[in-house]
């Protein structure tokens, strides 16, 4: 909204043509959701207190985690408003791939939003359940693909796959790109869910995935910087990276509230919406299987809950002490900020590896 109202200015006073570059209003967006995030975080804690919305724990869960029931949960809305409101202010409202991103991200979040108000309910972990949950997911990412399906009819976008490491092959998918999207961002929200666990975790290894996509978003959407680099150049994907600056600006706001020990949880409402967001970003520019690659936490901690439950059905033996991954460290005695960091770290790893792909083609 500000961005229309600037560059209509633009003519009177040339110095508001600073708001016409990306990068500058990229900036601009990551100070915003970072200051709504400090202004409404303890505004939003006491008001979700105040609702008694708090979090309700597993019994099977690590016994340390007792102690942490009724801290105030549902602070993705928190998340959810400190990135739509600065993306709103600051993104080309007339860029078609914009409600592509935000459809996803709050679609999510609502089926997020759902399954959290009916865990407080009921006092139950389970809340929607698994059936629901997943068919409600795959609705909205199967929209998200057709969405994006009739952009490629009318040349606004294109359903070929970018494949790391290879700088000419790149199949097209045809209709089979619907269920591969809907196969991506369903992925990815439940990756971020299942590495939602400990104090600080999801959200750090949240903003530790959206700096490369933020990147290769900008990337993508130079005709100049995609040429050099080999990637797929997709024209408008570059006010994404006003999205991700959001992204970015918003989890840092949040962490200061959520590292340990947690004064809010962001749960499945934030968890859903964040995976959501980071898949579309990669899915928009082009960069899908690399979320695979800067993901690669939260492949490891969903591949460690598919192992313990394959494992137990086909053996009766669990792998770990405890899935997803995360809390069979808990249980070896790691203590919590412990495993974070160094779960953070190795984060920041699969994130330089995915950003050195750019290159290695």
């Known amino acids: 909204m500000l961005y229309h109202l600037f560059h209509a200015l633009t003519p009177q006073f040339t110095l508001l043509n600073v708001f016409n570059y990306i990068t500058f209003r990229t900036a601009l967006a990551t100070l915003t959701a970072l200051v709504l995030s400090f202004a409404l975080g303890p505004w939003t804690i006491r008001r979700l207190r105040a609702m008694a919305v708090g979090q309700v724990i597993r019994p099977e869960g690590p016994s340390g985690h007792v102690g942490k029931a009724g801290t105030p949960t549902m602070g993705g809305l928190l998340i959810l408003i400190a990135v739509l409101l600065p993306t709103l202010l600051w993104v080309d409202l007339g860029n078609p791939l914009i409600p592509v991103l935000l459809f996803s991200t709050v679609g999510f979040g609502l089926i997020g939003g759902a399954d959290d108000l009916l865990k407080l309910r009921h006092a139950h972990h389970r809340g929607l359940g698994v059936r629901n949950k997943f068919l409600a997911q795959l609705v909205i990412a199967s929209v998200v693909?057709?969405?994006?399906m009739h952009y490629a009819a009318d040349g606004l976008f294109t359903t070929r796959l970018g494949l790391p490491f290879f700088k000419e092959f790149e199949p097209d998918l045809?209709?089979?790109?619907?269920?591969?999207?809907?196969?991506?961002?369903v992925c990815a929200a439940n990756g971020v869910n299942m590495t939602d666990g400990l104090d600080g975790l999801a959200m750090g290894a949240v903003l530790i995935a959206?700096?490369?996509?933020?990147?290769?978003?900008?990337?993508a959407g130079n005709a100049i910087a995609a040429e050099?680099?080999?990637?797929?150049?997709?024209?408008?994907?570059?006010?994404?990276?006003?999205f991700g600056g959001a992204l970015i600006g918003a989890s840092l706001g949040f962490l200061w509230f959520n590292f340990y020990p947690a004064e809010v949880f962001m749960g499945d409402t934030g968890s859903m919406s964040l995976g959501a967001a980071i898949g579309t970003l990669a899915i928009l520019a082009k960069q899908e299987l690399l979320?695979?690659?800067?993901g690669g936490l939260?492949?490891?901690e969903t591949a460690s809950v598919i192992l313990q439950v394959g494992s137990f059905k086909l053996r009766g033996k669990r792998v770990f002490k405890m899935a997803p991954l995360h809390h069979h460290f808990e249980l070896k005695g790691w203590t919590e900020p412990k495993i974070v960091i160094r779960f953070w770290i190795l984060g920041i790893i699969f994130a330089l590896m995915?950003?050195?792909?750019?290159?290695?083609r």
């Open 298 to 300: 939260f492949v490891i």
């Open 228 to 242: 050099y680099l080999l990637i797929m150049n997709i024209k408008g994907v570059g006010e994404a990276t006003i």
């Open 145 to 148: 693909g057709l969405w994006l």
């Open 291 to 294: 979320l695979v690659i800067v």
């Open 174 to 185: 045809g209709w089979l790109y619907v269920p591969f999207v809907a196969l991506v961002l």
């Open 354 to 360: 995915g950003l050195a792909t750019l290159k290695l």
């Open 210 to 219: 959206a700096l490369p996509f933020t990147v290769i978003a900008y990337l």
